[in-house]
T-cell receptor, first 114, second 116 residues
Framework: GDSVTQMEGPVTLSEEAFLTINCTYT??????LFWYVQYPGEGLQLLLK?????DKGSNKGFEATYRKETTSFHLEKGSVQVSDSAVYFC?????????????FGEGTQLTVNP | EPEVTQTPSHQVTQMGQEVILRCVPI?????FYWYRQILGQKVEFLVS????????KSEIFDDQFSVERPDGSNFTLKIRSTKLEDSAMYFC??????????????FGPGTRLLVL
């Protein structure tokens, strides 16, 4: 079945550092890919998404490119801020015949220090 | 901005008791979901609901679980006889209708359930 694997956390960075959180997936068909973020005490918020190969999702300085050849959707940000401290979840929604459930990765805790 | 709300935020119950977790989806959404996250584990899909019936469920969603849309605004998850292993954060989500793959699921803040 579908699965998502994220890099192990937690990740601790200094402000203005470059961020990469790796995400790889296994799915049949042509999944849609998502990054969700969970700030302390809040629910999961959609950060960005990509629905087909080579699409780049971007939001709030974060980017991720749907790479079908490497089955990856790595999250990047050029300069992190303290306010980016949160848990980041990579997720996929399977192809058209796979229902609409989301399959999540383990989540990566990011802490950004001033 | 419209948002999904969930009540209660925390619930403590005794093993064997029934619990009902409540969700108010975004008002024009028609697809509803429950997910859960056991501490330290992945967020897992439980069930999806559309047009007053379950459209998909996972192997976790056994006979102890049920969902209902009792009125035009609420969506509930009932656990009939809670077990220790039901302790988790439960997330509700909703989405609008729309062609695949454009739809996005919007999540509530979660209910933390602790079974003693």
């Amino acid at each position: 079945g579908d699965s998502v694997t994220q890099m192990e956390g937690p990740v601790t960075l200094s402000e203005e550092a470059f961020l990469t959180i790796n995400c790889t997936y296994t799915a049949t068909g042509y999944p849609s890919l998502f990054w969700y973020v969970q700030y302390p005490g809040e629910g999961l918020q959609l950060l960005l998404k990509a629905t087909k190969a080579d699409d780049k999702g971007s939001n709030k300085g974060f980017e991720a490119t749907y790479r079908k050849e490497t089955t990856s959707f790595h999250l990047e940000k050029g300069s992190v801020q303290v306010s980016d401290s949160a848990v980041y979840f990579c997720a996929l929604r399977g192809g058209e015949t796979s229902g609409s459930r989301l399959t999540f990765g383990e989540g990566t805790q990011l802490t950004v220090n001033p | 901005e419209p948002e999904v709300t969930q009540t209660p935020s925390h619930q403590v119950t005794q093993m064997g008791q029934e619990v009902i977790l409540r969700c108010v989806p975004i008002s024009n959404h028609l697809y509803f979901y429950w997910y859960r996250q056991i501490l330290g584990q992945k967020v897992e899909f439980l069930v999806s609901f559309y047009n007053n019936e379950i459209s998909e469920k996972s192997e976790i969603f056994d006979d102890q679980f049920s969902v209902e849309r009792p009125d035009g605004s609420n969506f509930t998850l009932k656990i009939r006889s809670t077990k220790l292993e039901d302790s988790a954060m439960y997330f509700c989500a909703s989405r609008a209708t729309g062609g695949w793959p454009q739809e996005t699921q919007y999540f509530g803040p979660g209910t933390r359930l602790l079974v003693l």
